[in-house]
Structure formats: C-alpha cells, structure tokens
C-alpha cells in the first residue's frame, strides 16, 4: 500500500520538548483551541503555544476546574465544552463561529480514561469512542468554516501506540457484545489515525491539513492514574519509590517531552505541504507492522498499515456521519 510514512529527519529527538520544537517560532496571530487544555500533556502543549505567541482557546467540561489548572499561564480563553453532549459541542462551535475569528489550529486532545467496565453515553454509544473519536468529529465539522477561514489550518488528533493493538468493530463499536476495555480504547486510537488520514484527503485543497500523534506514555497524566502503582510498576513505569521512569527513547516521556509531538504537529514549518500522517518522537513515524510484544523495556509505538488504510478511513468517516444523524433524529 503506497504511504506516506517516512520520517523526514526534524532535527529533534524523542526527548525534545514543546519549547524545544517551538524554539524561534512566532505564533503571534495564531489562534488555537484545544480540547482539554488545561489537564495532563495538553496542558504543557497550551502553556508552550501561549509562551510562542498563540491564542488559545481550551474547550473543558467544568470551566471553572480549567481555568484553576491553568492558573499562571496567561492570556488563555476557557469555555464550556462537553464532548459526549452534541448539544454542547454544537453552542461552542457556534460561539466561536460569532466571533469571525479564523482558527489556525485544532488540537483535538481530550480522552475518557479507560473504565473497567461498559459506560455509555446518553445516546448508548461507547464513552471511549463518543469522547476521543465522535465528539471531537463533531467539534471539528462544526469548526470547518472557521478552518477554512485561516487559509491553512491543521487539525491535530492525539492517538496513542495503542492504535498497533485493535481496529474498528465495524459492526458493533459500542460493544454490545462482549465489552473489553483495552479494545474499546485501541477502537477509538485507531479512529483518531483514521479520522486524521480522511480529512486529509478531503480538506487539503481547502489548505486544511490532518495529522495523529503519538505523545508518548507519561506517568501522571489522567489517563493512567486509573492504574494502580504496582501495575505501573510492573510496566516499567514507575520505580521502586513509585517515582515515573523517564526514557523517552522507548517512549517513556516527562510532560514537557509528550507535548513536543504536539507542538510539532501544530506549527512546526517541516511539516508544510505534508499532512494525513501519524507522527511520534517529533517527526513524522515508520510504518512497522510487525508484532512487538509490550514488555517493561519497549513500547512499541509506530503506526500500523490498518491505522492509515485509506478505505478505512473513508468508511469511519461515513459511519461517523450515521452515527451523528441517528443520534440527532
């Protein structure tokens, strides 16, 4: 399958922060909005996009709770958004739509920590899907004049290495036959790569550009406080006095290290003219396909073939569209 992932040779390295990727980049002019900006790496992406000059919008659930997490970080804007409520993401869209402002850049970041067992949303849908994949489908339709108004705009989908591990349950993505937690959050890091790879293909010549990223695994973030300390440990995560293991050669990430693929993802020059790609240790990722066990010393994280199939990402993007229109009937 011809594709287009092949590293480009950034200069930058997996240990390279937000600032690092930022260093001598004005983004003054720029306007941005990220969901769930104010928590985990996202946050570490908003305070080093603000520090290069952007303005940024972060979309959070409780405002009041953001605006808190994001105390000395100035001149960032909070609004109410609520990614498995259509009825939420649809009134900031348009709030943000009356405001004329083009929007340069989307960092669709925000994600339902994993539960251990079936949670739905009001519609039935799977959270894990609803919230990474859907809800943010939604959000960045709703924005698409506000896209097309910049006159070149990337939309940036975090993903995660767990894209290697599963697909998209075609015939049943909310998982009303046999629910595993693990798959269901695999479905839904496959989708944020698919999602990426069709609004490529069908926005570029509007000069709307696609990408997915891998941050990397930090310890700390929302994600995985839902593990306990022993798991972690067993992981490779975590040492023995339960502080984080940082090794960004195998993925293992401080913040400011997990935000860099962020920030490269969202205004780096390099990636001008390039766009449906995944992307990891701030450069655009190899295609691996082959299996690599998970172990305590690797994380295996490159992108997959079935995470780019181009009739994949066409498929999810219609299936996404019916599933919006049902739950709007």
């Given at each position: 399958?011809?594709?287009?992932?092949?590293?480009?040779?950034?200069?930058?390295?997996?240990?390279?922060?937000?600032?690092?990727?930022?260093?001598?980049?004005?983004?003054?002019?720029?306007?941005?909005?990220?969901?769930?900006?104010?928590?985990?790496?996202?946050?570490?992406?908003?305070?080093?996009?603000?520090?290069?000059?952007?303005?940024?919008?972060?979309?959070a659930r409780r405002?009041?709770?953001?605006?808190?997490?994001?105390?000395?970080?100035?001149?960032?804007?909070?609004?109410?958004?609520?990614?498995?409520?259509?009825?939420?993401?649809?009134?900031?869209?348009?709030?943000?739509l009356a405001s004329?402002?083009?929007?340069?850049?989307?960092?669709?970041?925000?994600?339902?920590?994993?539960?251990?067992?079936?949670?739905?949303?009001?519609?039935?849908?799977?959270?894990?899907?609803?919230?990474?994949?859907?809800?943010?489908?939604?959000?960045?339709?709703?924005?698409?004049?506000?896209?097309?108004?910049?006159?070149?705009?990337?939309?940036?989908?975090?993903?995660?290495?767990?894209?290697?591990?599963?697909?998209?349950?075609?015939?049943?993505?909310?998982?009303?036959?046999?629910?595993?937690?693990?798959?269901?959050?695999?479905?839904?890091?496959?989708?944020?790569?698919?999602?990426?790879?069709?609004?490529?293909?069908?926005?570029?010549?509007?000069?709307?550009?696609?990408?997915?990223?891998?941050?990397?695994?930090?310890?700390?973030?929302?994600?995985?406080?839902?593990?306990?300390?022993?798991?972690?440990?067993?992981?490779?995560?975590?040492?023995?006095?339960?502080?984080?293991?940082?090794?960004?050669?195998?993925?293992?990430?401080?913040?400011?290290?997990?935000?860099?693929?962020?920030?490269?993802?969202?205004?780096?020059?390099?990636?001008?003219?390039?766009?449906?790609?995944?992307?990891?240790?701030?450069?655009?990722?190899?295609?691996?396909?082959?299996?690599?066990?998970?172990?305590?010393?690797?994380?295996?994280?490159?992108?997959?073939?079935?995470?780019?199939?181009?009739?994949?990402?066409?498929?999810?993007?219609?299936?996404?569209?019916?599933?919006?229109?049902?739950?709007?009937?």
């Amino acid at each position: 399958m011809p594709h287009k992932q092949h590293p480009i040779g950034s200069g930058f390295s997996a240990a390279s922060t937000a600032d690092d990727v930022l260093a001598g980049t004005d983004l003054t002019g720029t306007n941005v909005i990220i969901t769930a900006g104010h928590s985990g790496i996202a946050r570490e992406a908003t305070r080093a996009l603000v520090k290069a000059g952007a303005s940024v919008t972060v979309g959070a659930r409780r405002p009041e709770r953001a605006r808190q997490a994001l105390a000395g970080i100035d001149g960032v804007d909070v609004d109410r958004l609520d990614l498995l409520d259509p009825a939420s993401i649809d009134a900031f869209a348009d709030r943000r739509l009356a405001s004329r402002r083009p929007l340069h850049v989307l960092i669709n970041s925000a994600v339902r920590p994993t539960p251990g067992s079936l949670e739905r949303d009001a519609r039935g849908y799977e959270v894990q899907f609803a919230t990474s994949h859907l809800g943010h489908f939604q959000l960045t339709l709703d924005l698409l004049p506000a896209l097309r108004a910049a006159h070149g705009a990337r939309v940036v989908n975090v993903s995660s290495g767990a894209q290697r591990l599963g697909g998209i349950r075609w015939d049943d993505p909310h998982f009303e036959n046999g629910y595993d937690p693990l798959a269901a959050y695999a479905q839904s890091k496959v989708a944020n790569v698919l999602f990426a790879v069709e609004l490529d293909r069908r926005w570029a010549e509007d000069g709307i550009r696609g990408y997915a990223v891998h941050p990397g695994v930090v310890v700390g973030t929302g994600l995985n406080n839902a593990v306990d300390e022993g798991s972690l440990r067993e992981m490779g995560l975590v040492d023995a006095s339960g502080q984080p293991v940082i090794d960004p050669e195998v993925g293992k990430k401080t913040p400011q290290q997990g935000a860099g693929t962020l920030a490269f993802a969202a205004a780096s020059p390099l990636l001008a003219g390039i766009g449906g790609v995944y992307l990891k240790d701030n450069d655009i990722s190899r295609l691996d396909d082959e299996p690599r066990p998970l172990t305590a010393d690797s994380i295996p994280s490159e992108v997959a073939s079935h995470s780019i199939d181009p009739h994949s990402a066409r498929r999810l993007w219609e299936l996404s569209e019916q599933l919006l229109t049902a739950s709007a009937s």
